[in-house]
């Protein structure tokens, strides 16, 4: 099943906030293999069984391979509710330990977990160290040599507005537009971290990824900082700089609509959070 939206008989919808180590998961899409394992297929399998139904979910951003979230939300329709308690405790005593659901809410039947985000917010995190971190790996892109972060900073400017992203796009991503506004883009030092900071009302695939990359290619002094402009300018892909790893990269946040009644819905890294507690 693909992250499309399932509807059972009942308009009882749930929306949940996830937490994920994305590092043994073939990212948030279920396959058509049932051998490869991604975060959507345990999360279905485990609230099927609590709701004694099939149960599909919808997701505000589908992550890739080894990207992680500490607030992934998706939606449910299920034909029995169980309660808050139960898919909260109830779903987290059968998932394994890298996926947590944060907490539970009933919301309207409108309510649309991707169509009714307004912005998402990505952390792309850095670990700058010439030992590599036992403890970081996979949670973290490692970086041996000293990165410029002020120029970095400037560079990201050039990110702000809507704009055509065309040059930081996957050649299989499947948006019908390239067009994207960024409100926000940073980078910055948060305790021995290096964090680069994108907040949008959407991504194209690998698009903070490759971003990511760029910017690090700025930081170690290859470029400078108004090659951002150059390259969302020239739009050329194969102008760019090599796609950054995914182990650093962190959906942190995505907003909805006050009518909604979703105010909780970012979680920073539990590593940065004496930092930095808010992203929207």
Excluded at 149 to 160: D, G, K, S, T
Excluded at 205 to 212: D, E, F, G, S, T
Aim: a neutral charge.
């Amino acid at each position: 099943m693909s992250n499309t939206e399932f509807s059972p008989a009942s308009n009882t919808r749930i929306a949940l906030a996830i937490e994920y180590d994305g590092s043994a998961f073939n990212g948030w899409q279920k396959q058509s293999s049932p051998e490869v394992k991604t975060i959507q297929s345990t999360l279905e399998t485990v609230l099927s069984q609590i709701a004694d139904s099939e149960i599909g979910t919808v997701c505000a951003g589908r992550t890739d391979a080894g990207v992680h979230a500490t607030c992934q939300v998706v939606h449910f329709d299920t034909p029995i509710d169980r309660g808050n308690n139960a898919w909260v405790r109830g779903a987290n005593s059968l998932l394994p330990e890298t996926i947590r659901v944060l907490w539970a809410r009933n919301v309207k039947p409108e309510f649309h977990a991707r169509y009714s985000a307004t912005a998402r917010c990505y952390y792309y995190i850095l670990y700058l160290r010439e030992t590599p971190s036992a403890i970081m790996a996979g949670r973290t892109t490692h970086v041996r040599e000293s990165l410029d972060i002020p120029v970095m900073h400037e560079a990201a400017q050039a990110l702000l507005g809507e704009q055509d992203f065309s040059v930081f796009r996957a050649a299989a991503c499947q948006s019908n537009s390239p067009f994207r506004n960024i409100s926000h883009a940073s980078v910055s030092r948060q305790h021995g971290f290096v964090v680069f900071k994108v907040q949008a009302n959407a991504f194209l695939q690998h698009m903070v990824r490759n971003i990511a990359g760029v910017l690090l290619d700025i930081g170690r002094g290859q470029h400078s900082a108004g090659w951002v402009k150059e390259l969302i300018a020239g739009g050329d892909r194969t102008q760019s700089s090599m796609t950054a790893p995914p182990d650093g990269l962190y959906l942190v946040g995505v907003a909805y609509p006050p009518a909604f009644g979703l105010s909780s819905t970012t979680q920073i890294p539990i590593f940065l959070q004496s930092s930095d507690s808010k992203v929207l």
